[in-house]
């Protein structure tokens, strides 16, 4: 490896928590590298084709980090990490590594995908997948959609798949009524949340919401024509063109645990500094909870700032911010928590790993993850468990293995940046 840089601090992640560590960070007058595997800034919150169509708040912020010297790395991903203070880059195909003094993640969360038959069909995404291929071109209009999954992300969902003309059949939640109610009563103290949920309903008014409802298998012909779904102990199926199915979103802990970061299940440990355990490391946004783009920011520039040794005075309006958005996770957590029913969905012959083709039959819940790897290859694929590890926590309990490099697989020449500015084109619907 030649061509080894140097700067002051690295921010993994360009979503709104590392723009805001970055822009804090640079403020002081300290070099940063801002790395993320994307083309443009924005992370998934604030994903766009281009940079004009970026939120307010999100072209502002990243115009600061600009005004400030920040220098990005897009389409670049770290790999691995002798230490701390060396990690190895993956600048577009270009291995390198970059010297720092001090590391902020802002690595975000991922989806969790939980195994049911017909899952792998074409026309089956995740919730959030869905959401990210209409923002990367893909057009709907008049397409039958479901939803189902859990959690806040189903409302902005709906709201965009019915803006852009699709034609959304039902929205179902796992979670029950009373959970629900409950959610709603807690969120009393945050009026404009609740604004923005009543406004993203408003949206798809017409499309019914089921709550205590969840999809048990999906099936086609090589493509999704129907999807059957359990609701309030009955069973209904709908004949539709596309699924957005996912149950929540897990932190993205991986680079955390290769640097020796205390991880725990709902994201890396902490300090009141975003200091995670592991010293020259902190931490900031959804990777150490999910708890919503407003938390981030405020521990991004709490983050960036004590990371270049600036660790300002913080208002008390942004600590009130950032006690609200860990408050917003633990609510999170007990109102959406999995219901056993869907982590039972799998049948013998549903396959749990899409990269190595390992079935639900050929896995023993008795095993450990690690185990598990070594008999059936579970977790050795292209995604290196992102979708199966979180899965297998939570059909069976197994704590994820410790990650091995290269963290990420080497990216697909072009593919990235094609989709973003080409767009995705739907494959063609059989007459």
Not at 309 to 331: C, I, K, N, V
């Amino acid at each position: 490896m030649k061509g080894r840089r140097r700067v002051d601090i690295v921010v993994v992640g360009a979503g709104p928590a590392g723009l805001a560590a970055a822009t804090a960070a640079a403020a002081t007058g300290r070099r940063v590298l801002v790395i993320d595997q994307a083309v443009r800034a924005g992370g998934q919150i604030w994903r766009h084709r281009s940079e004009a169509a970026l939120p307010k708040q999100a072209s502002e912020l990243l115009a600061r980090a600009r005004g400030a010297g920040v220098t990005f790395a897009f389409g670049a991903r770290v790999v691995d990490a002798n230490s701390p203070q060396e990690i190895i880059v993956d600048f577009r195909g270009r291995i390198a590594p970059v010297g720092t003094e001090a590391i902020v993640l802002a690595t975000g969360a991922k989806e969790r995908f939980l195994p049911f038959p017909g899952w792998t069909l074409p026309g089956v995404t995740g919730v959030g997948a869905l959401q990210a291929l209409l923002k990367s071109g893909l057009r709907l209009p008049g397409r039958r959609v479901v939803l189902a999954g859990t959690g806040p992300l189903l409302l902005p969902v709906a709201a965009t798949l019915a803006t852009d003309g699709a034609d959304v059949l039902l929205v179902a939640e796992q979670a029950d009524d009373s959970k629900l109610i409950r959610f709603a009563a807690s969120m009393l103290s945050s009026p404009g949340k609740l604004i923005d949920a009543l406004r993203y309903r408003a949206a798809f008014l017409a499309t019914p919401y089921r709550p205590a409802t969840w999809v048990t298998r999906a099936d086609g012909d090589g493509q999704l024509r129907s999807v059957t779904l359990s609701e309030r102990g009955k069973t209904r199926t709908i004949d539709c063109d596309w699924l957005g199915a996912a149950m929540g979103l897990v932190p993205n802990v991986e680079l955390a645990q290769l640097f020796g970061c205390d991880v725990r299940q709902d994201g890396i440990v902490i300090d009141a500094s975003q200091q995670t355990t592991v010293a020259g490391v902190w931490a900031a946004g959804e990777c150490t909870g999910v708890k919503g783009e407003e938390a981030g920011l405020v521990e991004g520039f709490i983050a960036g700032a004590a990371a270049a040794g600036d660790p300002h005075d913080t208002g008390r309006s942004a600590l009130r911010a950032r006690d609200a958005g860990r408050r917003l996770q633990e609510r999170l957590a007990r109102a959406f928590a999995l219901r056993p029913e869907v982590t039972a969905l799998a049948d013998e012959a549903t396959i749990i790993c899409r990269c190595e083709d390992v079935t639900r039959g050929q896995l023993d819940p008795a095993w450990s993850q690690r185990q598990a790897k070594l008999w059936t290859r579970i977790g050795m694929g292209a995604c290196q468990g992102a979708v199966c590890g979180p899965a297998c926590a939570a059909l069976f309990g197994w704590e994820a293995n410790a990650p091995r490099p290269p963290i990420q697989a080497p990216a697909i020449g072009g593919w990235s940046e094609a989709l973003t500015h080409e767009g995705i084109q739907e494959p063609p619907r059989n007459s």
